[in-house]
């Protein structure tokens, strides 16, 4: 007998159901439009100091300092070689940001969302690579920079990241045009959920560990609040205990931190860059507060997580319209 429910709005998360308005097309809109929302902020803000005479030496000085976020390995590649004839830092930076301003537009309104969200996936960790950062010991530094690793500092870009590969294996979502022209196959009508429940904890949690246990260190983001606050936080989404109210508790964060960087004597552009990624990890916030986080890698499950490691086992499915084989044998 297969129990899977025909249904493309029911999300089956172990023996429980969750609500059923709450499935695969409802987290990915919900992620969408908190991942667009970072991109649209963050590349409208570049663009507008890019095309703003008086403001374009401060923009391109902000990117090619030594505390600034490309090193000089990448200046030479980009600006000093082959490419520098034709590229410049102020033409490269404004082609960046006109393209991460286009992808948070597209994002939101739910174009070629799958190609986008694995793009994007990817290219946070080329900002990793490209962070100026001395950490060797008792070096000689001519001019202040990053000495922080550069994986605790990019640590929320690296959230980021895991956030699009969960979009990608989801797909577009509800209210997305990538619906209108393709069809339901625009999202995926059945999912293993455990993985993605354990990618959203992990690119949550690790940003808040990291900001608990490294509060106090250079270009570490604390979210203004203290250290043991994040870590009560993010252990529950580590451990996979509680993490309904956790995921309730990042919300609040978000929140904070956000009023907390509001400025009234800023534009409305400019408060939005302040907290643009908090847009997303709101978001995750509000799935993992629906959904919850899988059943993988849970502290009150953990020889069966263990077990799992090695041997994936028997797929839980976010039954839709297609039901995986996986279930359907398991019927």
Same mark, same amino acid.
């Given at each position: 007998?297969?129990?899977? %429910?025909e249904?493309t ?11 059923p308005?709450?499935g695969p097309r *409802? !987290?990915a809109?919900?992620?969408?439009v908190g991942l667009?929302?970072?991109? +649209?902020?963050g590349?409208?803000?570049k663009?507008?100091?890019? &095309?703003?005479p008086?403001?374009q ?5 902000? &990117?090619?300092?030594a505390?600034g976020?490309?090193s000089q390995?990448?200046v030479s &590649?980009?600006f000093e070689?082959a490419l520098?004839?034709?590229l410049?830092?102020?033409l490269?930076?404004?082609l960046?940001?006109g393209?991460?301003?286009l992808c948070?537009?597209l994002?939101i309104?739910?174009v070629l969302?799958?190609?986008l969200?694995l !793009? ?6 080329s900002f990793?690579?490209?962070?100026p ?11 202040a ?8 500092v *990019?640590?929320?870009? !690296?959230g ?5 590969f %969960?979009l ?6 509800r209210y997305?045009?990538d619906?209108?022209l393709?069809?339901a196959?625009?999202t ?7 993985p993605l429940g354990?990618?959203l904890?992990?690119?949550i949690a690790?940003p808040?560990?990291?900001?608990g246990?490294?509060?106090? &260190?250079?270009?570490i983001?604390?979210?203004?609040v203290p250290?043991?606050v ?5 252990l529950p ?5 509680g993490?309904? +109210? ?7 964060? *978000?929140?904070w ?5 509001f400025?009234?004597?800023r534009?409305?552009?400019a408060n ?7 847009? $997303? ?13 899988g059943?993988s890698?849970s502290?009150l499950r953990?020889?069966?997580g ?10 839980? $499915?976010?039954p839709?319209?297609?039901?995986s084989?996986?279930?359907r044998?398991?019927?």
């Open positions: 007998m297969n129990t899977a %429910v249904d709005r029911h999300l089956t998360n172990g023996p429980v159901a969750a609500p308005v709450f *409802m !987290i809109l919900v992620l969408r667009g929302l970072v991109m +649209f902020s590349g409208l803000h663009l507008f100091q890019a &095309y703003d008086a403001r030496a401060a923009f391109v000085e902000r &990117y090619l300092s505390e976020y490309i390995f990448w &590649y980009l070689g520098g004839t034709v410049t830092p102020l490269f930076l404004t960046l940001s393209f991460e301003f948070g537009m994002l309104a739910g969302v799958r190609p969200a !793009i994007w996936a990817l290219l946070f960790w990793v690579a490209a962070l950062v001395v950490t060797a010991r008792g070096a000689e530094i001519a001019a920079t990053h000495e922080t690793p550069a994986l605790l *990019m640590i929320r870009d !690296i980021l990241s895991g956030l699009f %969960v990608f294996n989801i797909g577009a979502g997305s045009l619906e209108r393709f069809g196959s625009a995926r009508s059945s999912l293993h959920y455990d354990l990618l904890r992990l690119s690790l808040l560990l990291v900001g246990a490294f509060a106090g &260190y250079g270009h983001q604390t979210f203004g250290a043991p994040l870590i009560a936080l993010a989404l580590l451990l996979n205990v993490v309904r +109210f956790a995921g309730v508790g990042i919300m609040a964060l *978000m929140l931190f956000s009023f907390q960087s400025d009234l004597g534009s409305l552009i939005m860059n302040a907290f643009k990624r908090e847009f $997303a990890f709101f978001a995750v916030g509000l799935v993992l507060a629906l959904v919850g986080g059943r890698f502290i953990i020889r069966e263990w077990q799992n490691l090695i041997r994936p086992g028997r797929a839980v $499915a976010l839709g319209r297609e039901v084989s996986t279930t044998e398991a019927g």
